[in-house]
């Protein structure tokens, strides 16, 4: 296709530090699960996904398997940081990599109820939005929610 660029090297970033005025969305590595863990303690986080602060061994298999998915490429997995703090609040992805049709789906976003209508998920959206169309040269990026998940489809 002309003017289309390659998207290959870009590809190999899937995940990288992305800086808001609000939200650092950091790749997700093992020094983030413990601060993590604390955010995700609450139950009205988990009305439309798995339950991940049901155990910890729960937890901790999501956050291995998280890290095993990026590692993999197969998803981009970040851990979403309160800027002001330094510390977790939640944890978003690319998942449904599809470079070879230059599209990505964002989902699997949660946030501690203390950020909720903050900013905290528009911002970090906007920032996976730009690494997607502007870094990576998607054609195509997709949101991933329940139907009913009224507050994440307002990206509020």
């Known amino acids: 296709m002309a003017g ?3 998207s290959s090297a870009g590809w190999r970033e899937l995940t990288v530090r992305l800086e808001g005025q609000v939200v650092v969305l950091e790749p997700l590595a093992p020094h ?3 601060g993590l863990f604390l ?3 609450h139950s009205e986080i988990w009305q439309w996904l798995a339950p ?3 155990s910890r061994e729960y937890f901790s298999s999501w956050f291995q398997t998280s890290l095993a ?3 993999a490429g197969r ?3 970040f851990a979403t940081i309160d800027r002001r703090s330094g510390e977790p609040i939640g944890s978003t992805r690319y998942l449904n990599v599809r470079e070879v049709h230059r599209g990505v789906e964002i989902g699997w976003t949660w946030l501690t109820p203390a950020v ?3 900013g905290a998920n528009i911002e970090a959206k906007l920032l996976m939005l730009e690494h997607a169309f502007e870094r990576l040269g998607c054609m195509r990026v997709e949101f991933k929610t329940d139907a ?3 507050h994440e489809r307002a990206l509020g």
């Open 75 to 77: 998803e981009g997995v």
């Open 32 to 34: 983030h699960e413990e």
């Open 4 to 6: 289309v660029q390659s």
């Open 69 to 71: 998915e990026s590692e």
């Open 39 to 41: 955010a995700a303690g």
């Open 148 to 150: 009913r998940q009224r």
């Open 116 to 118: 909720w209508r903050t």
């Open 52 to 54: 991940i602060n049901e």
